[in-house]
């Protein structure tokens, strides 16, 4: 394979992101954490008593968590800031909630306002109670820590800004996500038919379709 088959559309080589380190005191508790959470387990590989790594991945995600014992020279919960994207943010609090993990509540951005005295996050200091009200993309949140500290957000994504994929194809990581995308469609289709008399449009699927699509490639929605 050449190298030319290895670059994006602007010229550049691939990078792809696939592992994160986390720094952990203990390995055999951070092992059954993240177990806990329905992370699937890749790897626990050791040699002799001073080396051991594990690898984890989330559900429907391309990239890999990875801890063990002489693998960073990180401090023990120094990873902060780690975002996992949701599709639906109070049904990943739910799922984890019944797993016995201590979820924060969901909370969302004020406005324009960054400085605040809460945790910093993407959009600053300052964490309001609840989902956005109006579930815009990107701006739900929610926050948990591992056993020592580093710190994981949720946030909702439902629609893709533009340019922030590398792929005209769609793709649902989980059922879930499937499920979910399939109602957010039924619900905008169910305006669309509002708009138009309110009457049954038996093109449905086609433009189920096509609103799942442009949802997850950034594109219009259709109306």
Do not use: C
């Not at 592992?19 to 390995?27: A, G, K, L, N």
């Not at 391309?62 to 975002?83: D, E, H, M, R, W």
């Not at 309001?128 to 994981?152: E, K, L, T």
Request: hydrophobic letters at 35%; proline letters at 7%; a negative charge.
């Amino acid at each position: 394979m050449s190298s030319a088959s290895n670059m994006t559309g602007n010229g550049t080589s691939e990078m792809k992101l696939e592992i994160i380190v986390v720094p952990v005191s203990d390995v055999d508790r951070a092992k059954a954490f993240y177990g806990g959470l329905g992370w699937r387990l890749d790897a626990d590989y050791s040699s002799g008593d001073n080396y051991r790594v594990i690898q984890f991945t989330p559900p429907g995600s391309n990239a890999s968590v990875i801890f063990g014992k002489n693998v960073t020279p990180a401090a023990p919960g120094s990873a902060q800031g780690l975002y996992l994207v949701v599709s639906d943010i109070e049904a990943t609090r739910k799922e984890l909630r019944e797993r016995g993990v201590e979820v924060s509540g969901a909370f969302h951005p004020e406005g324009e306002v960054y400085s605040g005295p809460d945790v910093p996050y993407l959009f600053g200091r300052r964490r309001v109670n609840g989902p956005d009200p109006d579930r815009s993309s990107y701006r739900s949140f929610a926050s948990f820590n591992d056993p020592d500290g580093n710190g994981w957000l949720f946030q909702e994504i439902t629609a893709r800004l533009p340019g922030r994929i590398t792929s005209d194809l769609a793709a649902f990581g989980t059922a879930k996500d499937l499920a979910a995308g399939l109602r957010r469609a039924a619900e905008a289709h169910g305006e669309h038919e509002k708009r138009n008399g309110g009457k049954h449009d038996e093109n449905w699927p086609d433009w189920y379709a096509e609103y799942m699509m442009a949802e997850q490639t950034g594109k219009p929605l259709p109306l």
